[in-house]
T-cell receptor, first 116, second 112 residues
């Protein structure tokens, strides 16, 4: 079946502009995560949506970052007034959390954001 | 102290050697313990997972969990150049809506 998809795959934007990154999780997956990964660096957790619970926003680096998940499915990560340090690959992952399963995450291919 | 500690490496070993990768953690609420592998310019993919303490073997890979020491390991036998990647440990927090917490990852190079 279809995996996690993200769009766009690449985005080049000018400093100060707003960008929206989209994630389509695997159908039926209750959990959705956004991560950021700079070149050669580890995964930086940004935000976590799980079912109807309030999202865990503890990883968002500043109030320029926000995310929504509509109808428990598609998610959009918005970065306002982009800065050069926002340049990174933004990864989305989804998982089905249920008793007795690992809740493993399935990752999308990422959006490579470059702020000039 | 970070919740999950993992040496970033890089770790370089000759082909055929046994590789040992490790993570330590501080949160006793972690139950499921996972290892992901990430190739360059790709997203991470699940390699193995273990529930609670114990060992699990899959081909050349063995995952170990020692909850008393809060220490997990991944062993790779007969390492191959194709095993060169970043290996990330991950753990599921049963007290925070099953949130998965990742280590920073260890870069592994298998030298032909």
């Amino acid at each position: 079946g279809a995996g996690v998809s993200q769009s766009p795959s690449n985005k080049v934007t000018e400093k100060g502009k707003d960008v929206e990154l989209r994630c389509d999780p695997i159908s039926g997956h209750t959990a959705l995560y956004w991560y950021r990964q700079s070149l050669g660096q580890g995964l930086e957790f940004l935000i976590y949506f799980q079912g109807n619970s309030a999202p865990d926003k503890s990883g968002l680096p500043s109030d320029r970052f926000s995310a929504e998940r509509t109808g428990g499915s598609v998610s959009t990560l918005t970065i306002q007034r982009t800065q050069q340090e926002d340049s990174a690959v933004y990864l989305c992952a989804s998982s089905l959390v249920s008793f007795g399963t690992s809740g493993q995450q399935y990752f999308g291919p990422g959006t490579r954001l470059t702020v000039t | 102290q970070k919740e999950v500690e993992q040496d970033p490496g890089p770790l370089s070993v000759p082909e055929g050697a046994i590789v040992s990768l490790n993570c330590t953690y501080s949160n006793s609420a972690f139950q499921y313990f996972m290892w992901y592998r990430q190739y360059s310019r790709k997203g991470p993919e699940l390699l193995m997972y273990t529930y609670s303490s114990g060992n699990k073997e899959d081909g050349r890979f063995t995952a170990q969990v020692d909850k008393s020491s809060k220490y997990i390991s991944l062993f790779i036998r007969d390492s191959q150049p194709s095993d060169s990647a970043t290996y990330l440990c991950a753990m599921r927090d049963m007290n925070r809506d099953d949130k998965i917490i990742f280590g920073k990852g260890t870069r592994l190079h298998i030298l032909p």
